[in-house]
Each structure stands twice: as C-alpha cells, then as structure tokens.
C-alpha cells in the first residue's frame, strides 16, 4: 500500500468573502449562538487561582477535547492557532486542586445530592479512597493496600468475572496499551472503552468494506474537496475547531451537505472566533440539508444508487466510476440487482424525502469528482449502525471517492485519542496491531511472553448485564474496573445500570474526578484511585487523532496532585500483583519504554518510539487508507454490500426519537441553554405542525414515553424532520430499551419509537390505562 505523507499546514485566504457572511451585524448581535468571549472570560476566571499552569497545558499540551490533534495551539492542517469552547471548558480538569478533605469525607447522602456537574467542581481526587458496604463515608487508604486489595480479589474470583473499562477522558495510548496487556496478563479478555457506545460500529463497517477500520483521509482534505458531507454529524457544536476547516473548504469552493433529521444552526452559520472575518460577521456553512427521518439513511442511500443505475441506462460513466469499480471493487452485480428490487415509495416512507431530492443529492454526487463523507453519532447509534456505514461506504467505492486527494471515509472522532484504544488493544476484540485470533494471538503471545486468554470477552454493556446473573455463574461480573466513565449517565435505561453497578461485589473508579456512578453502593466495597492527567504522565504520552495523527503531548511543569498516579503505571502494578511471577512482562522503566514496546508490537505505530519533544507527530498510514484504491483486503478490493432495509416501526400519530447533545462535552454538561437554539435541557425538539397537530404550543409541558420509560419536558418548535423528535442525551435516557445492541459491533441502540403526550392529559388518563394501550399499539402495530 502507498504512503504518500501528509504535506503539513496550508494558509488561509487572506481576503475577506462577504458572500459567505451570516449577517452585516456584527459578531451576531440579537442572534443566538455561542459567546465565544464569554466563555472565554468565563474560563479565565475560572482558571484564576492557577493561570500560568493553565497556559502552559493550551500552548504545550495536546488537546484533550475533541480528536482534531490540536497540538499546542496548532495542527497539521491550517496556519495559525486554533482554540475553542470546548477544549477551554475542559481545562479546568487539570488546574483543579484537590477536594477538601471536610467534603471528600463527608456522609455519602450529602454527596449523592450533588449532581455529576457540582461533583466535578469540587476538585480533584487527592488519594486512594474506599468504601465499604454500610459505611457511610470514604475513608483514606494507601496505594498498596488499594491494588493489594483489588489483586487479592481478582485472584479469588474466575477472569471471567473481571472486567475493565476505559473512557476516552484524555487517556494516553501507553495507558490504553498497558491496560490491555494487564488485562489479557491477569486472565480477562474482558476490556473495552468508549468507543463502544459511538464508533465501534465504524470500525467493523470499514473493516468488512475496505480492510481498516479508521479514517482513510485527512482533515487537508475537506479543504477544495468538490462535496463535504456530513451524515448525522454536528461537528460544528462537538468538534467546533473543524468549523476553521469547514470555512478554508468553502473559501476553495466546497459545497457543505447536512444530512440529519434536525437542521441544526450550528451546521448552518457559526461565528469562528479565530478568523476575524467570521468571528465579525459569522460564517455560511451548510449549502444544503436532507433532513432525513431517525433511521432513514440507508434508505436514502439506496434512493441514491438508485438513480445512479437508471442515469447509467441513459449514459454509461454518468453516475458510476466503472474504471474504480472494475479493478478496485467486489460485488457490483450483487448490488446493482439488490438496488433496484427497492421500491422508490418504501424509499420514500423510510427515508422521509421525496424521490425527487434524494435524485438531486446523487446528481450532485455523481457530477462531482471528488468527495468527503464524514459521520458521527447520527448514523453509529442505532442497532444497525454498521450497515448503515457500509452503505456510505457503498457510495464512496461506486464514484471512487477513497485512497487519493479530497477523498475519503472518516468517522470523526470526540475524544482526543479514543483512535487509538482499540489499536493499543484495549478491547475485546482486538490486540495491539491486530485481531484477538489467530495468528494475531500467537504473534502477542510470542511478543509479550505469556499465554492469553482464549475465550471471547464480552462488551462493556454485556459484562455490565452480567452482574446481575446468578452468583454462581461463570461469567457473572463480581469485579469491575473502569478508568472514567459513568454508565449511570451515558447508558440506556440509567436505573438498570444502576442496579447493575449496584450488584457487583467490588467495583472500582480510576478517575480525576468524582462523579454520579462512584457514589453507588457495592455489595462488598467501592475503591477510587486518583488518575494523573495527561499533561501530568511523566516522560509524556501520547494520543491518536481521528486523521490518525499520533501526537506527542510532554509533561507540563506544574502543580500535582498528592497521591495520583500515571494510569499506565497503575495498570502494571495491578498486574504484577496479581501474577507476580509474571512481573517482568509488566516492568517497563519509564513511558518512553512502553512506547518502543509499542513500535514492536503494533506495526502500523512504528515510529511512535521516537516522539519525545513538544510538536512530535507522525500519520500512520500515511496521508490516504488505501490509497490509489488498493485495499488491505485479502484480495486487495473494496467490498460492495448488499443492505437490507432496517424494519422502523412507527404506528399514527407516534415519533421517532433520538438524541442531540447541547453545551456539554460527552456526559459532561456545562451549560443549561443550548448556544445555538437556546434550548433547555429539558426542551422536546420536535416539528412545528407536529406539535400543532398535537394542539401544543411552545413551552407545553409534555411526557413523551414509551414501553422502556418516560421523560418529562417541554416543547421546542424547531426545523425538524416531520415525525421526529430529538431530546438531550443523557436526560433522555431512560425512553431507550436496555441490551439492545448492534449485532455485528455491540454499539446500544439510542433511538425509539415514542408516544409524545401533554402532560396533563398524560397523568389524568395514566390510570385508565390510556398510555398502556398507547404504548402497547408500538408492539401491535405492523411494521412500516
């Protein structure tokens, strides 16, 4: 395979384009959008008590936000520094000092009445802390008798009783990696991290259609790229530095495409704080939306390729790129006959447009010559969300769009190195550089000197499920460990995962922070290691980008916190505990050592050894993923997919709902209005005639509830897709059903079919079991 290398930073026009202004106002007055200023003066006052550190973390560190790879104030792909909300709000995650002793110590019911947002405030965690079942406060305990504690257990219970979890919050490859080795080192192939619940289906998709499961281009290429579109994708509200790419597209003549049930403000027009023209007078990104129903893309996508083949009766060339297909693709004819059987009315019906717009987005795409797919959430979160990225990997192989400049496949990314998670290993299903099976495994094994696990682990939501299982059970989870993470606010159905959190014997929280989840009970005790930041790992660390960027991000001179540890350090004194006679595997002298470990074991990170200084980084890769249209398949071909139709069942006069996220970052809230709809988060998004067919007004307070649960809100008149509704995640949580997972990557499902009620009408019928049969009609009903 080809490795062209990325070319580093392009400028920006220096010239102004007042065609792609949003207003002549200036910096959006009387508009509602964010207030960069603000927020920035916000920060800095927040900061206060630790504002040089806070400086150095934004001009040494790598960001730890989003996985854009902003490495210091700058990247790879524009000239000039780069800053936005959401990295700054989470700064204060690093600048904190530690909880006060009076609080951190205090009656556990005093705690539980703060919430996850007042939790974080109140500091970092300074020590090991436990709490056994009955007491009624953390107690301070050393480091060796936390992990000899945590080790004795895992020695006394079957590996497939213990589990380990990682979030995304600023971990370091070297701490992904160490975690996988420690848990495989133990006994368990029982580990996963954040991934899970939002691209994992991204990976196995691009897996089975072009051989790799990452981005396949680079941020540079947006930038000039004929069409940029984004499915089921807010970038501009979750990654708001992509908005900086956003804009150099659209100097070069990019047309921006939205494809999403809500026209969301943040894709149409967005005020960059850094560019002066924007951040004056706002700029236009969108061209257009499809706003297609919650769950309809695939539909759409086979309306697409529809009208592809009938253009192809008329002209031969004109939608298809047969010279890409014939020497770089599999499974045309295959496709061609399960395209055409669809019918354009169910086309119509699932997708929620009409023929004739789903006909004027594949003529834009077959008139263009070159092309970005990027998606998010929007299309992983649903339990058929690795078809659905098949299905856009369907359209990028027939017109060619992959392995050269302007082209590409690109799941992008939140968090600031979650890339590379599942690369390190720290994940059921794979090994650092490879598979867990076959010859993957041997290769491990040799490499790192010990047996691995031979029975397949289980996902974080399965192994979460397990507590509940008999206590006799074999794979009954009596031990879970998770570095972050708070499933009470990120899973569905949150009082089942508490109940689940709840039932395991000992459950432990490596963490910087407290939150909601730490605070549960246990049936035998809880046990809370504090975790060093990134800009804290000594010898530095090191984060994937979603380009995958590999960025070297050194340790920042600064305050510490008492007792917190590195977590790649904790992960190999847990292990050497555990098997001491197995030590030797898990020694490594400093950071720099596990990350030549690395270079060894994970071929495609060679080169990793060798970032050592602020502003290292290199692509693994290179600049394109297959590139020239070869693929890392086994015959080197991409591979066209034939996608059945999800079955989305939704009676009269019910609604499709999913999720939208607000002024927060992942589970972390950090503001109650939405910056680009002035939302609550409580408000129902839903259609304005929807809501009038209803007889609801704004404001309306309604329950909107369904077999799983119910959520209590008010009504947002906004630009939605008829029969659609979208609530904040997690409030809304608890409407969406417990272990419902994607069959082919485990992601949960975060969508359903919902009953939306005014609230009186709702508690005045609730007894006459009005809303039992309402909610029975969601089973009942044939599906559409």
């Known amino acids: 395979m080809a490795t062209t290398k990325h070319s580093g930073p392009i400028k920006l026009p220096r010239r102004p384009d007042p065609k792609l202004w949003v207003s002549k106002a200036p910096f959006g007055l009387g508009r509602v959008k964010p207030h960069h200023i603000r927020d920035t003066l916000k920060v800095v006052w927040d900061n206060r008590d630790n504002l040089p550190y806070a400086y150095r973390i934004l001009t040494r560190g790598v960001c730890d936000g989003c996985a854009l790879g902003v490495s210091g104030l700058y990247d790879q792909t524009l000239d000039g520094p780069h800053l936005c909300t959401t990295r700054l709000n989470v700064l204060r995650l690093n600048t904190m000092p530690a909880i006060k002793t009076s609080i951190l110590h205090s009656d556990i019911d005093e705690l539980r009445k703060l919430d996850s947002t007042q939790l974080r405030k109140l500091g970092r965690l300074p020590y090991p802390l436990i709490r056994g079942k009955g007491e009624r406060s953390f107690r301070r305990l050393s480091w060796d008798e936390a992990l000899d504690r945590i080790a004795a257990k895992a020695r006394a219970i079957d590996p497939k009783q213990l589990a380990f979890y990682l979030t995304a919050r600023g971990i370091t490859n070297e701490s992904y990696y160490m975690a996988a080795k420690a848990a495989r080192l133990i006994g368990t192939n029982n580990i996963d991290n954040a991934s899970r619940i939002c691209h994992s289906p991204s990976k196995t998709a691009l897996k089975r259609s072009i051989g790799v499961g990452a981005s396949t281009c680079s941020y540079?290429?947006?930038?000039g790229t004929d069409v940029l579109v984004f499915w089921?994708?807010?970038?501009?509200?979750?990654?708001?530095?992509?908005?900086k790419y956003m804009y150099a597209a659209k100097r070069k003549g990019t047309k921006i495409i939205v494809i999403n049930p809500y026209r969301e403000p943040a894709m149409e027009g967005y005020w960059i704080p850094s560019i002066p023209e924007s951040a004056l007078f706002g700029t236009k990104l969108a061209d257009d939306f499809y706003q297609v129903n919650i769950g309809g893309d695939i539909a759409f996508m086979h309306g697409v390729m529809k009208h592809w083949l009938e253009m192809e009766e008329t002209r031969q060339g004109s939608a298809i790129d047969h010279s890409f297909v014939r020497a770089h693709v599999n499974g045309y004819e295959e496709l061609k006959a399960h395209v055409q059987k669809q019918r354009w009315e169910l086309l119509e019906q699932s997708s929620g447009l009409a023929k004739e717009r789903m006909k004027e987005f594949a003529e834009l795409l077959a008139a263009s010559k070159s092309g970005v797919f990027v998606w998010s959430m929007g299309l992983t979160q649903h339990r058929f969300g690795t078809d659905n990225i098949s299905q856009v990997a369907n359209l990028a192989l027939l017109r060619g769009f992959l392995g050269r400049g302007h082209c590409g496949l690109m799941p992008i990314r939140g968090h600031s190195g979650v890339q590379g998670s599942g690369e390190m290993g720290a994940d059921p299903f794979s090994l650092p550089g490879g598979e867990f099976k076959g010859a993957d495994v041997s290769r491990i094994e040799q490499a790192w000197g010990f047996r691995l696990p031979e029975w397949q682990g289980d996902i974080v939501g399965v192994s979460l499920e397990n507590a509940l299982l008999p206590d006799r059970h074999e794979r009954k989870l009596k031990l879970f460990y998770t570095s972050g993470g708070n499933f009470v606010e990120t899973m569905p159905d949150p009082d089942f995962v508490k109940r689940c959190l709840e039932a395991v014997e000992l459950r432990v929280h490596q963490d910087i922070i407290l939150n909601s989840s730490t605070l549960l009970d246990a049936r035998e005790e809880v046990i809370v290691l504090p975790a060093m930041t990134r800009y804290e790992q000594p010898g530095g660390g090191t984060s994937t980008s979603t380009e995958r960027m590999v960025y070297f991000s050194p340790a920042i001179d600064g305050p510490r916190v008492e007792e917190a540890r590195a977590e790649w350090e904790i992960y190999a004194d847990l292990a050497a505990r555990v098997k001491p006679e197995l030590r030797e595997a898990v020694t490594f002298q400093d950071a720099a050592a596990v990350r030549r470990e690395i270079a060894r074991t994970a071929p495609s990170y060679d080169g990793i050894q060798l970032l050592q200084n602020q502003g290292d980084v290199f692509q693994w890769g290179g600049a394109w993923l297959c590139e020239g249209g070869e693929c890392p398949t086994a015959d080197g071909k991409g591979?066209?997919?034939?996608?059945?139709?999800?079955?989305l069942r939704k009676p009269e006069g019910h609604f499709y709902a999913t999720?939208?996220?607000?002024?927060?970052?992942n589970s972390m809230i950090y503001g109650e209005k939405d910056a680009f709809n002035?939302?609550?988060?409580?408000?129902?998004l839903m259609n304005g005639r929807d809501a009038a067919e209803l007889r609801l007004d704004e404001g309306d307070?309604?329950?909107?509830?369904?077999?799983?649960g119910a959520f209590h809100g008010r009504v947002k008149c906004e630009d939605m897709a008829r029969g659609n509704i979208e609530v904040y995640w997690p409030e809304g949580n608890s409407l969406f059903a417990k272990g419902v997972y994607e069959p082919e990557a485990g992601i949960p499902e975060y969508n359903a079919t919902v009953v939306v009620e005014r609230a009186d009408t709702y508690h005045a019928l609730k007894d006459t079991r009005y809303v039992e049969k309402r909610i029975d009609e969601l089973e009942t009903e044939p599906p559409a």
Do not use: C, H, M
């Open 220 to 223: 540079k290429d947006w930038i």
């Open 232 to 243: 089921g994708s807010v970038a501009a509200n979750n990654q708001p530095v992509s908005t």
């Open 659 to 665: 999720t939208k996220r607000g002024k927060q970052f």
């Open 678 to 684: 002035a939302a609550g988060r409580y408000d129902v």
């Open 701 to 708: 307070a309604v329950v909107v509830y369904n077999r799983t």
């Open 639 to 647: 591979n066209l997919l034939a996608i059945e139709l999800p079955e």
